[in-house]
């Protein structure tokens, strides 16, 4: 009892997700005198889901928009003291830009939509550009900025 799972993949309510883990690793395109000998690069695990997974393979080079993330490691903390807490840090990819072909044709955000290689592309209507229009006449910009941000200041 409790201790067999058995997915239920004909059922309505099952839902299935792409998901893949990779690791992040920093580039080493720094000046000669600015590389430290020795060192090895860090690395940070990236969480792919829906149209980004399978997007890079090892040895691309990518951009990556992320939300940073921790999560508790519970081996960690039962090997050592345990008033210690012990995080892993790990990004959620938001969009993925492989940089390995021409720009902007192999990147993807998380909803599955193409985006251009410097990011979305956004549409606006001719009320929206006649808004921001207005908005740039405005005389005093940064206070309408902090008034719509901060109104309590």
Do not use: H
């Amino acid at each position: 009892r409790g201790k067999v799972f058995v997915p239920l993949r004909s059922s309505s309510a099952t839902q299935s997700t792409d998901w893949q883990c990779v690791k992040l690793q920093e580039c080493n395109d720094l000046g000669e005198e600015q590389r430290e000998a020795g060192r090895i690069p860090r690395t940070v695990e990236v969480e792919l889901t829906s149209d980004m997974v399978d997007s890079c393979v090892p040895g691309d080079v990518v951009t990556v928009a992320a939300i940073v993330k921790a999560s508790g490691t519970e081996d960690v903390r039962r090997r050592a003291n345990k008033d210690k807490c012990t995080f892993i840090i790990y990004l959620e990819a938001n969009s993925l830009c492989n940089d390995k072909a021409n720009a902007g044709s192999n990147c993807s955000d998380n909803a599955g939509e193409p985006t251009a290689a410097n990011g979305p592309t956004v549409q606006f209507s001719a009320k929206d550009l006649y808004a921001i229009q207005k908005i740039q006449e405005e005389e005093n910009l940064f206070r309408l900025i902090i008034n719509s941000l901060c109104p309590s200041i």
